[in-house]
């Protein structure tokens, strides 16, 4: 890490009063993965030679069949050139409302206070990878559930013109962020894929 390690950003970046139970969010993936006919191997083959792997837990409500879970799996330029709007994704899959993760899902989109309605995925980064640093004008809410990572996988944030680290824990933690004024970028500079359950709002 080149920047100091916080562990936090007030109002920006922060744990919420939501605890995960990562090994059942574990389950609920192989589950997910199996229902679409996805092998853990198949992600991995995937992250030796692209910058990571996604699957849609929420989607537009016109798709149906593996369309759910794979249609705009992309980055938010990719949507946004597809005259997609994030808060289109407001059909949650049906494959996953009655496993831990709908409702983990649904807990933290009651807990918001407000209206959330996006796209929320499983998201992989691959190893040796990174993201640029950005920031997402048209996601302004964002909470991200680490369940597989280490700790050389962290966050750079930029912030008033200053840099930071940060690492979030498969601890079951919940993390909420503000990618609209926080600028933000991942690396994984482990050996292993990354993986996040992101929930994104376009409201």
């Known amino acids: ?12 970046c922060f744990p919420i009063r ?4 990562v090994e059942q969010l574990k389950k609920d993936v192989n589950t997910i993965l199996s229902a679409f006919d ?6 991995n083959e995937k992250c030796k030679t692209d910058l990571g792997w996604a ?8 798709l149906t069949g593996n369309d759910r879970a794979f249609a705009y799996r992309q980055q938010h330029d990719f949507i946004k050139e597809q005259n997609v709007s ?4 407001s059909t949650m899959l049906a494959e996953i409302k009655n496993l831990y993760i709908g409702k ?12 959330f309605q996006g796209r929320c995925q499983l998201v992989w980064l691959s190893p040796k990878k990174s993201y640029e640093m950005h920031v997402d004008q048209h996601t302004p809410h964002r909470y991200h559930i680490p369940i597989i990572t280490n700790e050389q996988c962290y966050w750079h944030f930029r912030y008033k013109k ?7 824990a498969a601890d079951g933690t919940v993390w909420y962020l503000n990618p609209v004024i926080l600028g933000h970028n991942f690396f994984n500079d482990s050996d292993v894929p990354r993986l996040h359950l992101i929930l994104t709002s376009g409201y």
Request: with cysteine.
């Open 162 to 168: 200053t840099d930071c680290s940060l690492h979030m």
């Open 104 to 115: 983990l899902m649904s807990v933290i989109f009651a807990r918001h206070g407000q209206k």
């Open 38 to 43: 996805i092998t853990q191997e198949y992600i």
């Open 55 to 62: 699957i849609n837990l929420t989607h537009l409500p016109k």
């Open 1 to 12: 890490m080149q920047y100091p390690l916080i562990d936090k950003i007030p109002e920006l």
């Open 86 to 89: 994030e808060n289109d994704f």
């Open 18 to 21: 939501i605890r995960a139970n």
